[in-house]
């Protein structure tokens, strides 16, 4: 066997398992381990339970993958790249409700009923709403400033309070559910944790789909109580919806931020031209790719980039490293504001694509001006090392962020 330099603590003829740890002082960057696999776009991977599969790297291999219906997204086809505590092999099948674990025609069923809720149209009519709670989050943090956990004043408020407003779910209960959701997406977390964690979250939604069958009101939930979905079905939506909505949008506002303050010539360009706002969401999403990696299983024999994929192996596509594939984006690494990120993976590719992107959309280019034009001295309030990162998660942020500024 000949040692292979470029992937640490493997050999030439030995597939790597997926890469996890980022570089000291590179809390933006994909794992270091990750980065030396991309130079082959697809390659052979061995995953948690020994399994070889593969892992994708490239941008126009992932796009592939996550467009082609013959490679499933249902969980109990997939084997998972990293261990799961209580889980020695594959996964079991979706709960109810649950439509990224599903294909068609079940998943199409879901996705027709929800996708006209989550239109472009739709969501820019909440622009009014993300302000208001954009303000009222910006209010508080600095009449208690001048130092805030950014996390705790503003990155969670505020996708907090807008997915409450889109689902009906009362704000008050919001202390309820927020500390179910970080338990679920907790990958430090005991498996029995996280099922406890769950059930409270669809007991608390079960209880929510009573309440508008009964009363009906002007949100999302109860426009679905008006289809064929049963109950089940209706607190399974609304708890992933709730769970996706929530904890993706606050992480990328958190390490947003972070990114920002730490690229002061792009946080500079943003404060300056507020109609930046857009393109530099796009090149965040693109930069920093939270949500990661998606997994798919071959139904059928399939190649890709001339990589023979078998019927019954798992794929492991990492958006992190597609995002940074200089083959689409020149010089990846580099955060640059005015870059035109069209065709980034953040959000998925195909069937299975974020249905909340355009929400999360309008919420971060409200969002991050806001920050800036009222707190123009912003910085952080501790080392950039000392910030604690949310690397043992599903969906990578960071655990607080302490900032500071100069009060007038």
């Known amino acids: ?49 020994g399994h070889l599969g593969h892992l994708v790297t490239g941008h126009s291999a992932a796009r592939a993958v996550l467009a082609d219906p013959r490679f499933s997204s249902r969980y109990e086809l997939l084997h998972t790249p990293l261990p799961i505590e209580g889980l020695s092999g594959q996964l079991p099948p979706a709960p109810v409700g649950d439509i990224t674990g599903l294909d068609a025609p079940d998943h199409t069923r879901y996705r027709r009923l929800l996708t006209g809720k989550f239109t472009v149209r ?37 996708p907090t309070l807008m997915i409450c407003e889109l689902l009906g779910v009362p704000y008050e209960g919001r202390e309820r ?4 959701v970080a338990t679920i997406f907790d990958q430090t977390a005991d498996a029995a944790a996280k099922g406890e ?10 209880e929510l789909v009573l309440a508008k069958r009964a009363e009906p009101t002007d949100d999302l939930l109860s426009d679905l109580t008006t289809s064929d979905l049963t109950d089940e079905e209706l607190a399974g939506i609304g708890g992933l919806l709730l769970a996706a909505g929530l904890d993706t949008t606050a992480n990328m506002l958190g390490l947003g931020t972070f990114a920002l303050l730490s690229n002061p010539d792009q946080l500079d360009a943003l404060r300056a031209d507020p109609g930046l ?16 990696p998606l997994m798919r299983s071959a139904l059928e024999d399939v190649e890709v980039e001339g990589r023979l994929i078998r019927a019954g192996e798992t794929v492991t596509v990492s958006v992190q490293a597609a995002n940074r594939d200089p083959h689409k984006f020149p010089d990846p690494d580099r955060l640059d504001i005015n870059r035109k ?68």
């Not at 790597?16 to 030396?36: E, H, I, K, N, S």
């Not at 090149?283 to 949500?291: D, G, K, P």
Request: contains cysteine; glycine residues 6%; charged residues 20%.
């Open 1 to 49: 066997m000949s040692y292979d330099p470029k992937t640490p603590g493997t050999t030439a003829d030995e597939p790597p398992t997926l890469p996890t740890d980022r570089r000291a002082g590179c809390p933006f960057d994909p794992p270091a381990g990750l980065t030396a696999l991309s130079d082959e776009p697809v390659r052979r991977m061995r995953y948690a339970d």
């Open 122 to 158: 739709r969501m820019r009519q909440l622009t009014e709403r993300v302000e208001q709670f954009t303000t009222e989050c910006l209010d508080a943090m600095e009449a208690a400033g001048p130092t805030a956990d950014l996390v705790e004043a503003f990155a969670q408020p505020v």
């Open 177 to 180: 559910f927020q500390s179910q």
């Open 197 to 206: 964690a769950y059930t409270a979250l669809l007991q608390y939604l079960g």
């Open 277 to 292: 706002a857009g393109q530099t969401v796009e090149e965040l999403l693109r930069y920093l790719s939270v949500a990661d």
């Open 341 to 408: 990120a069209t065709g980034h993976l953040a959000f998925g590719h195909g069937a299975h694509q974020c249905l909340g992107q355009q929400l999360a959309r309008v919420e971060m280019t409200v969002a991050f001006p806001a920050l800036l034009a009222r707190f123009p001295t912003l910085r952080l309030a501790v080392p950039p090392q000392d910030v604690p990162l949310r690397d043992r998660a599903n969906i990578y942020g960071v655990i607080s962020l302490p900032v500071t500024w100069d009060k007038e």
